[in-house]
Nanobody, 125 residues
């Protein structure tokens, strides 16, 4: 499985960005997907996740109400729409996929088997 994240960049506080994560190598529609982020000097943080069907979504407390995760299984792509961005959202954002079902909650990072290379998001004040 390969994951390619894109869409990061520099944006002013209050602005929006949409991240994309294109998957290849497996039948994408079978798997739960997630987004995590890591800021310099901080631990990796859960951002959002979506079940294989798209029927369930889950968000970290710090982004709930501002970010929206979605997926297009026909395009093998998961998206993260980020609105009302804040300087504290600055981080490298990683997408991840679970290919070996573990029955764990969507927000647990060890649930995911493969990770993308990350895309930088910088929010200026």
């Amino acid at each position: 499985v390969q994951l390619q994240a894109s869409g990061g960049g520099l944006v002013q506080a209050g602005g929006s960005l949409r991240l994309s994560c294109a998957a290849s190598g497996r039948t994408f529609s079978r798997y739960d997907m997630g987004w995590f982020r890591q800021a310099p000097g901080k631990e990796r943080e859960f951002v959002a996740a979506i079940s294989w069907s798209g029927g369930s979504t889950y968000y970290g407390d710090s982004v709930n109400g501002r970010f929206t995760i979605s997926r297009d299984n026909a395009k093998n792509t998961v998206y993260l729409q980020m609105n009302s961005l804040k300087p504290e959202d600055t981080a490298v954002y990683y997408c991840a996929v679970e290919v070996s079902p573990k029955g764990w909650a969507l927000g647990v990072d060890s649930k995911y088997d493969y990770w993308g290379q990350g895309t930088q998001v910088t929010v200026s004040s």
